[in-house]
Structure formats: C-alpha cells, structure tokens
C-alpha cells in the first residue's frame, strides 16, 4: 500500500490545518491507520490512530481534545483535523498504516508533510 499526505503548511498558533492521507494499493479498511509525528532533534512520536472500520480512535495525550482522525473509506483517504495549534505541534507528520489493530508495529509509511506553527 502507498500512503501520501498533504495538507502541511505554516500557520499561527491558535490555527487549524486539516491534514490528509491517501491510500492506494489496497483499501486502507483493510489497515489500522496511524498519524506520527517527529520534530527536529526529537524522536518520532504517536499522535492518533484509527481502526480498519473507524468505529475505534484514540490519540496522544497531547493532542486531546485538540486533534482528531478521521477517514473516508470512499476516498481511502484518513484525515487528522489539527485545532488550536501550538508551536510545540511543529514537526513531519506521517501517515502510517499496520495490517493488525493490535500490533505495535506499523507496516506501511508515507512520505510526511512539515507542520509548522508560528507563535
């Protein structure tokens, strides 16, 4: 499966973006979906993640109540609608998807897309 993000940009704190992850190769119900991010200097971080069916969702204690994934089984397509940005969310943020809910493990990654918020 390919994954490909967009929806990056430069935006003030406070500000929204709404990030997108298109999937293709095979239908990303049949994935677990998963949003990671990684900031200069820093490792690689879990923000949020999605079941094959949408029906599960859980994320980071960072971004709760600020950020939420989302897909579209139509469009193969997962979203991660980022709220009240603050300049700590500034990173590449990448999609990743793993054949199993369970799993640790992610299988498939995209290419990322840099977030950057301005204070």
């Known amino acids: 499966v390919q994954l490909v993000e967009s929806g990056g940009g430069l935006v003030q704190a406070g500000g929204s973006l709404r990030l997108s992850c298109a999937a293709s190769?095979?239908?990303?119900?049949?994935?677990?979906m998963g949003w990671f991010r990684q900031a200069p200097g820093k490792e690689r971080e879990f923000v949020a993640a999605?079941?094959?069916?949408?029906?599960?969702?859980y994320g980071a204690e960072s971004v709760k109540g600020r950020f939420t994934i989302s897909g579209d089984i139509a469009k193969n397509t997962v979203y991660l609608q980022m709220n009240s940005l603050k300049p700590e969310d500034t990173a590449v943020y990448y999609c990743?998807?793993?054949?199993?809910?369970?799993?640790?493990?992610?299988?498939?990654w995209g290419q990322g897309t840099q977030v950057t918020v301005s204070s």
């Open positions: 990743a998807a793993k054949g199993s809910w369970n799993s640790p493990r992610y299988d498939y």
């Open positions: 190769g095979r239908t990303f119900r049949s994935y677990a």
């Open positions: 999605i079941s094959r069916s949408g029906g599960s969702t």
